[in-house]
């Protein structure tokens, strides 16, 4: 460091020729008192005059009344570095001896000048070290308040803007995924587009991009007046996904001071902009939490409380929500004066906007079949879908839904069917089946005239309107539990006579057991039947 | 699974030729390249799902939900070649009455053509 201080000054005056006088002063200036007591005793040892000369003129000379004497004498030369500077003069004494100390006085005031010129360098970096601190200081705390990224990324155009003494500057952030979000200070002098465009210029080179004189483009210069720029790449988690513009740096081009402030802004910049993604993905994160767990409680709070007692039926249900709440919901309407009806359901999708769909899917058809006189399950799907219908396409979802009707007299299970998957139904001794569905989801395409079927429902027989949560469980393999599985299960209960909980309870666990502790991704939702003794 | 757009002959209609299993993994993919598809007005847009071999409700709702947009923007989403299993699918929730199926690719993209004469 302190070598290259030297060179650096070194280099400084052979380069600057008024710096040589300058050099000599200030030497003057903080030793005057030394060379006065140096020049004392050349006087009393009987010279003249003694002075130090710099191109030619006095800079100092004693006895200081009178003018300088130019007269021939004995002369040293002060060096700096390799070339001579300046000089000492002494008049009135001419001796091998004198001569010999005057040069070795030449040589000390050489070194002095070099030890005071390196002190004034080192005061000066240490004064811009203590600005650059204090700016940097300044843009911490004027962004640390900042928790928006758009603010953060002005704040950061404007504090730089002001430390490098630009017109203008602008700070950009491209997160993948994302539009990209530029800022400027004080007011766009550049459109995006080009500033999108040498941004990629910036990410591809790695490093920062100075633009002046005649590398300024035609039309940064043409169009938006620019003379100059410097483009800084900020690095956030790793990856340059934004940047730091200066442009038109006041009274010059910007410089490798320029470019170390700016550096130490971007690094500090880079830090700030992690701290406010990391704030606002937590914020997120807590935000999507808190629906989960409102969407939640919305689908707990609209199941069926308890389960009606319906004659000649067993019956049970459960549903059990994922993580990432989906739309699923059963629900039960079973009036004194009429058949009891029951309805399983799904939106497709998940989360907040899934749960307020299921609430409005399961008020359409519990309305429907609550205040029809004689409600049949078609007509509550027909009369559901043409209330859900606008909605559902405004929101681009759908949702399955069974509809099931059970007539104890006739022993007669009436159910019509939008899309549902998967109702498996095993009559008593028999084999299991899939009860297809006779119409597409409600939401898909009007259903004016959905299908209605009817089963006979006996003693034993078994029915199970499941959502796909079960049939689409996964186990770590990747492997889905699958509509086969469920054909078994459902027919051995037939077989084993289990009762509509104790069947429920089985699925559960078998669909549980299977996912060895893979996360469930869906809702599990069933409705389990049993024909029984009236 | 990587789906793969193109345009059919005579530049009506976009293809999406889609292979494996379209599941709820794959499904972003698919959506991604299928809002490309239905990026031009009135898209006509055509899956293929010859090479697929299973699709969950995942996969199902990303082709509802792109049908009824290109139907809303005039246009229509159709699919072809459906593999038993896939088409079993598509039967046992109905789907395959919203949505106009295929046998054969050729056949799908002139009945777009013969379509948009009428």
Known sequence: MRGRRCEHLLVRMLTDGAGQERDIRSVLASQRGRLATLAETWLDAGARGYGVWAEGRSVAHWPAAGPAEEGAGLSAPIYVGRRVRGELRVSGLDSPAAQARLEVEAQMVSRLAQLVDELDEMTAALVDAQDHLLALYDLASSTRSQLGVPDTLRTLACE????????????LLVEPGRGPLVEHYPEPLVERKLLLGLFEQVQAKASALVLHGASVATVLEDVFGIRNLL??????????????????????????????????????????????????????????????ELAARIQLTLLPRRLPKVAGLDLYAHSRPALQVGGDFYDFMALPDRPAIFAVGDVSGKGMSAALLMAMTRTAIRSQASFMSRPTPQEVLSRSSRDLYDDLTEVNMFVTAFVGQYEPGLRRLSYANAGHSPVVFCPAGGSARLLWADDPPLGVIPLDHPRGQSLSFQVGDMLMVATD??????????????????????????????????????????????????????DQTLIMLRGVAL | MEPELRMSADGRVTILALA???DSYTAPRVAEQLARAMSAPHPQVLVNLEK???????????????????RQQGGDLRLCCLQQPVRMIFELTRLDKAFEIWADEGEAVRAFAGADVD
């Open chain 1, 160 to 171: 730089a803007a002001r430390l490098a003494q630009a017109e203008g500057a602008f700070a």
């Open chain 1, 231 to 292: 483009f800084e790449p900020i690095r956030i988690r790793g990856n340059i996904i934004a940047g730091l513009g200066l442009l038109n740096k006041a009274g010059g081009d910007f410089g490798s001071p320029d470019l170390k402030l700016v550096q130490a802004i971007a690094e500090q910049a880079g830090a700030q902009i992690e701290n406010v993604l990391l704030y606002q993905e937590t914020l997120a994160q807590a935000k999507l939490q808190h629906e989960m």
């Open chain 1, 469 to 522: 949560g079960f049939s689409e469980a996964r186990n770590p393999a990747g492997e889905m539990f699958g509509y086969d599985r469920l054909l078994q299960l459902v027919e051995k209960f037939g077989r084993d006579g289990e009762s509509a909980e104790e069947a429920t309870r089985i699925v559960l666990d078998t669909v549980t057991a299977f996912g060895a502790g893979q996360e469930q991704d869906d």
């Open chain 2, 20 to 22: 494996g299993r379209f």
């Open chain 2, 52 to 70: 697929v071999e299973f699709l969950d409700s995942t996969a199902l709702a990303t082709l509802v939900q792109s049908m009824k947009h290109c």
